[in-house]
C-alpha cells in the first residue's frame, strides 16, 4: 500500500535526514517546537513521550499535507540517570568523564504518525567506551561536536575514537534506527 501524502521527517537533524536519504526514502524537513525536557530517568518512558510529542506537534503544523510524519528522540542511559544533551561544555565533560571506560545504553524512540493513527517503537544498543584521559575529554569538548549529541558524543564523528564497541544497531546510536522503522512499515502493509 502507498502512502496518501508526503513523508515528513519531524527533525532538523542532519544526522536523521541523512540516515532516511541513505535508505533512499524522499520526504521533506520539518523541526518540531517541542522542548526536550527531561523529566523522568525511566529512559524507555522519556523516549516514548517525546519522539510522540514531535511527531504530533509536525503533524498538526502540516495537517492535511502528509501521509506520515516520523519522529524520533534519542537519550543515553547510564546507571540509571538519562543523558540528553549537554547543555554546556562543563555538563559534557561530566558526561564524558562518567561515560568513559564503561558502557552505558542509547535508547531511541521513533513515533510513526498517520492521519488515522500513531504508531511507537523504541530501540536500545549498548556501547562500550575506552577509559579516555581529562585532557582527552577536554580536547574532544572544544570542537564542539558533543554540544548537541546525547550523551555528548558523536559515534560517527570524532566520538568513533572513543567507542570501543556495540551491541546493537549502530544506526539507533547515530539516531534513528531505519531497518527497524522499515520492518515495521513492511509489517504493516506500506510501501515508502
Not at 496518501?4 to 520526504?27: D, M, T, Y
Not at 524512540?109 to 492521519?115: I, R
Not at 550523551?151 to 575514537?161: F, L, T, V
Not at 534513528?176 to 522499515?182: C, E, G, K, N, R
Amino acid at each position: 500500500m502507498k502512502l496518501n501524502g508526503k513523508v515528513i521527517l519531524a527533525s532538523g537533524s542532519p544526522r536523521r535526514k541523512q540516515l532516511l536519504e541513505q535508505i533512499g526514502i524522499e520526504f521533506e524537513c520539518v523541526p518540531s517546537d517541542v522542548e526536550e525536557n527531561i523529566t523522568t530517568d525511566v529512559s524507555t518512558d522519556l523516549v516514548k513521550i517525546l519522539c510522540k510529542k514531535k511527531a504530533v506537534d509536525v503533524a498538526n503544523k502540516c495537517k492535511g499535507q502528509y501521509g506520515l510524519v516520523i519522529g524520533a528522540d534519542t537519550v543515553v542511559s547510564y546507571k540509571g540517570k538519562t543523558l540528553g544533551k549537554p547543555k554546556s561544555k562543563e555538563e559534557a565533560i561530566e558526561m564524558l568523564t562518567m561515560l568513559q571506560g564503561n558502557k552505558h545504553q542509547v535508547v531511541t524512540g521513533v513515533a510513526l504518525v498517520f492521519p488515522e493513527r500513531k504508531v511507537t517503537l523504541v530501540r536500545s544498543t549498548h556501547v562500550f567506551m575506552y577509559p579516555m584521559t581529562h585532557e582527552q575529554i577536554v580536547s574532544y569538548v572544544e570542537t564542539g561536536e558533543p554540544m548537541d549529541k546525547a550523551g555528548a558524543y558523536a559515534i560517527q564523528g570524532r566520538g568513533a575514537a572513543f567507542v570501543e564497541k556495540i551491541d546493537g544497531d549502530y544506526n539507533n546510536v547515530v539516531g534513528l534506527p531505519v531497518s527497524a522503522i522499515l520492518k515495521l512499515l513492511h509489517d504493516m502493509g506500506i510501501d515508502v
